[in-house]
Each structure stands twice: as structure tokens, then as C-alpha cells.
């Protein structure tokens, strides 16, 4: 059964920095570009990074400088989050784009003072 398990979520301050990860069981992400995604009640879920098998990344606007995105082995992945804001408070999820695989639960950021 492939399973997406996002965790490392949590309560931050402004302008402090968390590191999700994300690992899939019975699949893999190699070679599939795997990206992170964020959803806030009410909205649509949203894309923030990509990264490729050749390790080539891609971001959005609003994350630009702050988050960067890895691989890990070959079922991980994960993304560093610095200088946090409250704007990015969301809950957040891994996949792959282009091949995409039952959605996790995601994992909940909350940035607040």
C-alpha cells in the first residue's frame, strides 16, 4: 500500500525555522520530480517546491531565500524552513507533480508569537 507521511511540523515563533520531511512506503521518489505543498482552511492547496532527480529545485515566489528542499534517499524528501512568518502557517504536504500518489495527512505549521 504507498503511503506519504509528512512530519517535523509544529508551533514556531516569527522568524524561526522548522525542517519537514517526507517519507513514501511502497513507492518511491526517484526518479519523479516530488514537491511540497501547503493548504490553509478554505483554500486551495497550493504548490512551494520542487525537486528534481537531478537534485534541480524549483520555488515559489513566496519562498524564495527561506525554504529549500532536498532529497534524502530514494522515499525521503525534505524541506528546511527559515525565517518563518505567520503567512506560511498552513498545513503541509509532499508528492510527486507528475506522477501523483494518494495525498498524506500532512503536517501542521503554525507560525505565532
Known amino acids: 500500500q504507498v503511503q506519504l507521511v509528512e512530519s517535523g511540523g509544529g508551533l514556531v515563533q516569527p522568524g524561526g525555522s522548522l525542517r519537514l520531511s517526507c517519507v513514501v512506503s511502497?513507492?518511491?521518489?526517484?526518479?519523479?520530480?516530488t514537491g511540497w505543498y501547503r493548504q490553509t482552511p478554505g483554500a486551495q492547496r497550493e504548490y512551494v517546491a520542487t525537486?528534481?532527480?537531478?537534485?534541480?529545485t524549483s520555488y515559489k515566489d513566496f519562498v524564495k531565500g527561506r525554504f529549500t528542499i532536498s532529497r534524502g534517499d530514494a522515499r525521503t524528501v525534505y524541506l528546511q524552513m527559515n525565517s518563518l512568518n505567520p503567512e506560511d502557517t498552513a498545513v503541509y504536504y509532499c508528492n510527486r507533480p507528475n506522477a501523483l500518489l494518494p495525498w498524506g495527512q500532512g503536517t501542521q505549521v503554525t507560525v505565532s508569537s
Open positions: 511502497g513507492s518511491t521518489f526517484s526518479p519523479y520530480i
Open positions: 525537486v528534481d532527480r537531478f537534485g534541480s
